[in-house]
């Protein structure tokens, strides 16, 4: 018999070759990932999402080799799982008679494994489109296909992948879905929504009781972002910037971070967040969860509902009201629209810092915003967030165009520029041009040239991460801005 059950040893090499197919075809591909090193890869072909995986054993082979890891399996040892697939698939290969030799039978139980790995740990088909850093929202439509289709991180529209599942796989990979996110699904009950444990937010409906076409699924993905190193090295903003608005949000100094959606402004602040001392207290509060703070112990995520959700819950400024009970050194909301804006403003007032994004593409646009219905905050107040940073996106890439501070002279408010985006490159001065360093010297009776010593150091340290290729932002969920 041949490799995988076939009669003739010819089979063999026809299996082999069918992997070398499978490789070659990336050459036809754009944006190649490699999501299982030298097993699986993804790549683009017009708008469509493609996945390269090993050849799909026979399903005999496979469902046998699953219950043998099944009866003997030991979860809470990685290590020792690695071992029974191993053992599971060179089994049941040679008791196929597969010559248990050579460079095929290698490749076959390495593809073997691979796919035990997938069924019992991982999601099934899912898997590998979970895999990819760069997929945001995943969904299986109920009508039309029974393929998935996926969001890619800075690109627009829907892919549509080469993954396709029956209506008893679908159900398969709900119920695991539902396993990890604790609750319960069935025909009964067929309505799941929850948070796997790596954050990505689960919305499924089981069978064909709330749909039609079946079983449907959508996830957002808990989604790597570059930390603020990365964003010096990819160009998003300079080493000088991040140290200046690094110092200013040290300092206590309140501000926001400006753009149109996709610009990545929330990529921006988590990395900017992450750059706070971790014996602060950081109060975050968001309807999406995509701040995320793992080296500073001492936060707290706020989750409410988005505005004009009919859902029960707390609404954003609903938990702004508690926030002051739970004494934060900063007060952080993913992104102000209304209410919370007046209530960030009384934070402070009362001492604390608060940072923010806004939707809009112009600082200048921010500032009529602030000052007109829902918002209607006084000019003076206005001036209390002391800087702005202003993010574009342009072409695939984000960048920091404009920082400017914000004082208010003489009854009006005024923008003043301390780093500009010109000719492709982010210049700026800020111990000739920024009167807030002047202002924290003179809140912290310390002499302007102990700032600027300040500065530069911290200049030094961005470099030597970026040097070092360090990773100090995290990761969050979901989208950028």
């Known amino acids: 018999m041949g490799l995988f059950g076939g009669k003739k040893r010819e089979d063999v090499l026809r299996f082999a070759d069918s992997w070398d197919e499978r490789r070659r075809s990336l050459s036809e591909m754009e944006e190649v990932v490699e999501l299982v090193p030298g097993l699986v890869w993804r790549g683009l072909v017009g708008k469509r999402y493609v996945v390269v995986e090993p050849p799909i054993p026979p399903e005999d082979v496979l469902s046998e080799a699953e219950e043998y890891v099944l009866a003997r399996v030991t979860p809470e040892d990685l290590e020792a799982m690695e071992r029974l697939y191993d053992e599971a698939a060179r089994r049941v290969l040679k008791k196929r008679k597969a010559k248990a030799k050579g460079e095929r039978f290698d490749r076959a139980v390495e593809a073997l494994k691979y796919y035990l790995r997938r069924n019992v740990e991982g999601l099934g088909p899912l898997e590998p489109i979970m895999m990819d850093p760069y997929v945001e929202d995943v969904t299986l439509p109920a009508r039309g296909s029974k393929r998935f289709f996926v969001v890619l991180s800075g690109k627009p529209g829907w892919y549509e992948t080469n993954i396709e599942v029956t209506e008893d796989e679908a159900r398969l990979l709900v119920l695991k879905l539902a396993e990890r996110v604790g609750r319960q699904v069935s025909l009964a009950k067929p309505r799941l929504e929850g948070k796997l444990p790596d954050g990505s937010r689960v919305h499924a409906l089981f069978g064909q009781v709330a749909s039609e076409g079946g079983t449907t699924l959508t996830i957002r993905k808990f989604v790597k972002r570059p930390g603020i190193a990365e964003l010096i090295s990819g160009g998003t903003i300079t080493v000088e910037a991040a140290a200046y608005l690094w110092l200013l949000a040290e300092h206590g100094m309140s501000g926001f971070i400006v753009g149109e959606t996709g610009s990545g402004k929330t990529t921006f602040l988590n990395a900017l967040l992450s750059l706070l001392p971790t014996d602060r207290h950081i109060v975050t509060v968001e309807d999406t ?46 992104e102000s629209r209304g209410v919370e804006t007046r209530l960030l403003v009384q934070f402070i007032n009362l001492g604390h810092t608060a940072l923010t994004t806004f939707h809009s593409d112009t600082l200048e646009g921010v500032i009529a915003r602030l000052t007109s219905d829902p918002i209607n905050l006084p000019l003076e107040r206005v001036a209390d967030f002391k800087v702005a940073a202003l993010l574009r996106r342009e072409g695939g890439n984000r960048y920091v165009v404009r920082i400017a501070e914000i004082e208010y002279v003489d009854g009006d408010v005024e923008l003043r520029d301390v780093f500009t985006r010109k000719m492709g490159e982010l210049i700026g001065n800020p111990l000739r041009d920024s009167y807030l360093l002047r202002e924290i010297a003179k809140k912290e009776d310390r002499h302007i040239q102990d700032i600027a010593e300040e500065l530069l150091e911290k200049a030094e340290r961005l470099e030597d991460m970026v040097a070092r290729g360090a990773k100090l932002g995290p990761e969050i969920e979901a989208r950028a801005g």
């Open 289 to 334: 969860p995509e701040i995320y703070l793992p080296r500073h112990k001492n936060w707290t995520s706020l989750i409410g509902q988005p505005p004009g959700t009919a859902a029960s819950g707390l609404s954003i400024a609903d938990l702004m009201r508690d926030v002051l009970r739970m004494r934060p050194d900063y007060v952080v909301v993913g």
